[in-house]
T-cell receptor, first 115, second 112 residues
Framework: GAGVSQSPSNKVTEKGKDVELRCDPI?????LYWYRQSLGQGLEFLIYFQGNSAPDKSGLPSDRFSAERTGGSVSTLTIQRTQQEDSAVYLCASSPLGGGNSPLHFGNGTRLTVT | AQSVTQPDIHITVSEGASLELRCNYS??????LFWYVQSPGQGLQLLLK??????LVQGIKGFEAEFKRSQSSFNLRKPSVHWSDAAEYFC??????????FGAGTRLFVKA
């Protein structure tokens, strides 16, 4: 079946502009995650959605970052007034249940470059 | 707080040689443990996982990992490396909640 789909695969934007990154999870997966991967770094947790529950936003680095998940499926990560330090690969993952023993299924990521 | 340490930023092995990638975690109990692999331009793919039971777990692509409680380690091994194994490898832990914590990764280079 289809895996996690992210778009765009690459995004170049000017400092100060807003960007939207899209994630289409695997059908039926209730849990959805966003991670950020900076050059030479591990994965930094950003936000977690589970079903219709309120998301856990504890990893969002600033109030310029927000995310929503419509209808328990597609998710959009929005970064307002982008800064150069926002340049990174943004990875989306989904899992069937979202519990600790539920492995993550990752998309190929969106590489964001802020000039 | 829980943490995951991968002490080797990069490792180079010859094709056909054996491989061991190290992973240590910090947590009071036994967490759920994972190894993922990331090829260039790709997302992460699950290699194997450990939840309980037999401490030696087998994964895809000929990889295995051994959980050692006394050392808080979960090292990844492969008896004979292939050029296609060149990638970045991430160890990850989950302590039962929703958040999976990843190590910084080890980049594997394979030389002919």
């Amino acid at each position: 079946g289809a895996g996690v789909s992210q778009s765009p695969s690459n995004k170049v934007t000017e400092k100060g502009k807003d960007v939207e990154l899209r994630c289409d999870p695997i059908s039926g997966h209730t849990a959805l995650y966003w991670y950020r991967q900076s050059l030479g770094q591990g994965l930094e947790f950003l936000i977690y959605f589970q079903g219709n529950s309120a998301p856990d936003k504890s990893g969002l680095p600033s109030d310029r970052f927000s995310a929503e998940r419509t209808g328990g499926s597609v998710s959009t990560l929005t970064i307002q007034r982008t800064q150069q330090e926002d340049s990174a690969v943004y990875l989306c993952a989904s899992s069937p249940l979202g519990g600790g023993n539920s492995p993550l299924h990752f998309g190929n990521g969106t590489r964001l470059t802020v000039t | 707080a829980q943490s995951v340490t991968q002490p080797d930023i990069h490792i180079t092995v010859s094709e056909g040689a054996s491989l061991e990638l190290r992973c240590n975690y910090s947590y009071g109990a036994t967490p759920y443990l994972f190894w993922y692999v990331q090829s260039p331009g790709q997302g992460l793919q699950l290699l194997l996982k450990y939840f309980s039971g037999d401490t030696l777990v087998q994964g895809i692509k000929g990889f295995e990992a051994e959980f050692k409680r006394s050392q808080s380690s979960f090292n990844l091994r492969k008896p004979s490396v292939h050029w296609s194994d060149a990638a970045e490898y991430f160890c990850a832990v989950n302590t039962g909640g929703f958040k999976t914590i990843f190590g910084a990764g080890t980049r594997l280079f394979v030389k002919a």
